[in-house]
């Protein structure tokens, strides 16, 4: 695994962590955690790499705040940028790197 993805997985995962930590979460914050996982992932989508993975944890995270469950929808909605977020870095780093591997 490459050290860019490890770096993408923990960030990841420390994102998570600092969600999950945080006091009750109210529907303002689900809905500004929500905009902003909603940006990033249509930022990706514009690089042409949006990942499966946020639209079924955008998915998730909807359903939880529709519930009424806004720790969860707000833990989900930050969980779904920072997959949002990483693939942006992938999409950007990856850009000209594939020209490193072509055999010469």
Do not use: C, P
């Amino acid at each position: 695994m490459s050290t860019a993805i490890r770096a993408i997985f923990a960030a990841s995962a420390l994102l998570l962590a600092a969600a999950t930590t945080a006091l009750a979460a109210s529907e303002a914050d689900y809905k500004t955690a929500y905009a902003a996982a909603e940006a990033a992932n249509k930022e990706a989508g514009l690089l042409r790499n949006q990942w499966t993975t946020t639209a079924s944890t955008l998915s998730a995270a909807k359903k939880a705040g529709e519930a009424g469950d806004f720790d969860t929808a707000v833990a989900q909605a930050k969980e779904a940028e920072a997959l949002a977020k990483a693939s942006i870095f992938q999409a950007t780093s990856e850009k000209e790197r594939w020209k490193d591997m072509e055999v010469r």
